[in-house]
């Protein structure tokens, strides 16, 4: 989404999250549950995408409304970065995916790496916070921090998931395709920043 009407959206569905939330009253309920539909109508016109799964999409943020949380972890073998290429758009990116409820964002990075290549690693730094919409990444429906991790190979070897089709080492000057609404090349350099200065403190914005 590229124009004001995302900023409608937005607050046209915060305002039906806070108050389907909060509000007791039957009549308030009916309301905000009307507010919801337009704001849900707008984004479809907005993305072209059919009405059930912008309301599929939606249907992931239920309460106050807040960011979610996706980690990425950077994992090295001496001077190359794991990636995993997504099955999805056939694109690279760093392992990752959203932190589930009740997980902590370290432990979800590990998850997501032996997921999605096989490999076992355990997460030794926070390397960035990212707010995803300063960072030039494709807009989306909910707003999303990216947690960057840096993590330490522990063993495994590459396999493939239901998410992904490979997994590979790269270095830094030789880096393939990317999935670009999941990662940049900008926060892959990053994260070789930090792993020969781990002095370096976390980034955020």
Do not use: N
């Given at each position: 989404?590229?124009?004001?009407?995302?900023g409608?959206f937005?607050?046209?569905?915060?305002?039906?999250?806070?108050?389907?939330?909060?509000?007791?009253?039957?009549?308030?309920?009916?309301?905000?549950?009307?507010?919801?539909?337009?704001?849900?109508?707008?984004?479809?016109?907005?993305?072209?995408?059919?009405?059930?799964?912008?309301?599929a999409?939606?249907?992931?943020?239920?309460?106050?409304?807040c960011?979610?949380?996706?980690?990425?972890?950077?994992?090295?073998?001496?001077?190359?970065?794991?990636?995993?290429?997504?099955?999805?758009?056939?694109?690279?990116?760093?392992?990752?995916?959203?932190?589930?409820?009740?997980?902590?964002?370290?432990?979800?990075?590990?998850?997501?790496?032996?997921?999605?290549?096989?490999?076992?690693?355990?997460?030794?730094?926070?390397?960035a916070?990212?707010?995803?919409?300063?960072?030039?990444?494709?807009?989306?429906?909910?707003?999303?921090?990216?947690?960057?991790?840096?993590?330490?190979?522990?063993?495994?070897?590459?396999?493939t998931?239901?998410?992904t089709?490979?997994?590979?080492?790269?270095?830094?000057?030789?880096?393939?395709?990317?999935?670009?609404g999941?990662?940049?090349?900008?926060?892959?350099?990053?994260?070789?920043?930090?792993?020969?200065?781990?002095?370096?403190?976390?980034?955020?914005?």
């Amino acid at each position: 989404m590229t124009d004001e009407r995302e900023g409608w959206f937005r607050q046209l569905r915060a305002i039906s999250q806070y108050g389907l939330h909060y509000s007791k009253d039957p009549y308030d309920l009916e309301r905000f549950r009307q507010v919801s539909a337009i704001a849900s109508e707008i984004a479809a016109r907005i993305t072209g995408l059919p009405a059930a799964e912008v309301d599929a999409r939606l249907a992931l943020e239920t309460g106050p409304p807040c960011p979610k949380l996706d980690v990425r972890a950077a994992v090295f073998r001496e001077d190359r970065v794991l990636m995993v290429r997504e099955t999805s758009d056939g694109l690279w990116t760093l392992p990752g995916g959203w932190v589930d409820v009740g997980e902590s964002p370290a432990t979800a990075a590990v998850r997501e790496v032996r997921e999605e290549s096989g490999y076992e690693c355990r997460a030794t730094k926070l390397v960035a916070v990212i707010d995803r919409d300063r960072r030039g990444y494709p807009r989306m429906l909910l707003h999303a921090y990216k947690l960057l991790f840096l993590c330490e190979l522990l063993g495994g070897a590459p396999a493939t998931s239901i998410e992904t089709s490979a997994a590979e080492f790269f270095p830094l000057g030789e880096l393939p395709a990317l999935s670009r609404g999941r990662v940049s090349a900008e926060e892959v350099a990053l994260a070789f920043r930090h792993r020969d200065h781990p002095e370096l403190p976390t980034e955020f914005e």
